[in-house]
């Protein structure tokens, strides 16, 4: 069964350091999401991503947040400049045109 | 905008029994809601997912209610086993083209004692 792959599994940073989370999304789905999840809360919508651009953001994609489709298969998330808050549980998801979402396994981002 | 409230946060059953966990929406024009099982270390997999043109939808030993009028949704799993234990995501969207903006409930931990 196809699935969404991210990498890597786990990221330790220091605070001010930039961070790109990476994710394959599964290869036919057009649309693609990050979430987060911070420890023992629910999961939290950050960004989608179609045809190439931002569809919708939540108000905790700031600034300091971009997301990019480098190539036909990678969809990045970069953190320009990390805070301690910023420590969480990252899904990648994607889903095709109406469809149900697929979520990868998350990178758990600290943030030091 | 959206918000989806989830109970209870932890429910215990014994092997063998039912499990049910509710969760209430806001937005009225929500019309998409999927239910998420989260085991440990693992990203979200969506278990079922109910529209709001159907008032409820089977999968097995897993069940889900729509009442739109009340703006509440139920997920339920029969004959509960071991391996049913994980938390528990309800989430509430909009269907068609994109249904990525899902807002979630807190979760419920499910634990089924053997």
């Known amino acids: 069964e196809p699935e969404v792959t991210q990498t890597p599994s786990h990221q330790v940073t220091q605070m001010g350091q930039e961070v790109i989370l990476r994710c394959v999304p599964i290869s036919n789905h057009l649309y693609f999401y990050w979430y987060r999840q911070i420890l023992g809360q629910k999961v939290e919508f950050l960004v989608s991503f179609y045809n190439n651009e931002i569809s919708e953001k939540s108000e905790i994609f700031d600034d300091q947040f971009s997301v990019e489709r480098p190539d036909g298969s990678n969809f990045t998330l970069k953190i320009r400049s990390t805070k301690l808050e910023d420590s969480a549980m990252y899904f990648c998801a994607s889903s095709g045109l109406g469809e149900k979402l697929f979520f990868g396994s998350g990178t758990q981002l600290s943030v030091l | 905008g959206e918000n989806v409230e989830q109970h209870p946060s932890t429910l215990s059953v014994q092997e063998g029994d039912s499990a049910v966990i509710k969760c209430t929406y806001s937005?009225?024009?929500?019309?998409?809601f999927p239910w998420y099982k989260q085991e440990l270390g693992k990203g979200p997999q969506l278990i079922i997912d109910i529209r709001s043109n159907v008032g409820e939808k089977k999968d097995q030993r897993i069940a889900v209610t729509l009442n739109k009028t009340a703006k509440h949704f139920s997920l339920h799993i029969t004959e509960t086993q071991p391996e049913d234990s994980a938390v528990y995501f309800c989430?509430?969207?909009?269907?068609?083209?994109?249904?990525?903006?899902?807002?979630f409930g807190k979760g419920t931990k499910l634990s089924v004692k053997p």
């Open positions: 937005d009225s024009a929500s019309n998409y």
């Open positions: 989430a509430a969207g909009s269907y068609g083209g994109s249904q990525g903006n899902l807002i």
